[in-house]
């Protein structure tokens, strides 16, 4: 009987290895995936040619903002939206609203005609009637 007992307690000593094994084996094989998926996902290294390529675009688009914050132009013409420095604006507003309920009605008409839905499309006839 004592055998058997030592038995028992040496298999039940070595029975959490192999569950061990299996958890370290399987986080060792998730970190090299992560590791690998890392690789292929970084973006490429900035060197001087896109790092002047990235300041030259930058660049130009703060040229453009600084256009259209400083100049007149056309936001969309067919609906009577213009683009206005903003002292401009500024002063056209304060012009406008000396009277304000005539002002209030003026801007709600603006308003409606820049979101005005444009009109349904007639509809086809059906082929049977």
Do not use: H
Not at 70 to 95: N, Y
């Amino acid at each position: 009987m004592n055998t058997a007992e030592n038995n028992n307690r040496s298999q039940s000593r070595f029975a959490g290895w192999p569950t061990l094994l299996a958890v370290v084996g399987a986080c060792l094989i998730f970190a090299f995936l992560v590791g690998e998926t890392k690789k292929y996902t970084q973006p490429p290294p900035v060197d001087e040619g896109r790092a002047a390529l990235r300041t030259k675009a930058l660049s130009e688009l703060r040229a453009a903002e600084a256009d259209a914050l400083a100049t007149v132009g056309w936001v969309d013409q067919t609906k009577g939206v213009v683009r206005l420095p903003i002292s401009e604006a500024m002063k056209l507003v304060e012009r406008e609203w000396q009277d304000p309920a005539q002002a209030r009605s003026n801007l709600i008409a603006r308003v409606e005609k820049a979101t005005a839905l444009p009109p349904k499309a007639p509809e086809t006839p059906s082929p049977f009637e």
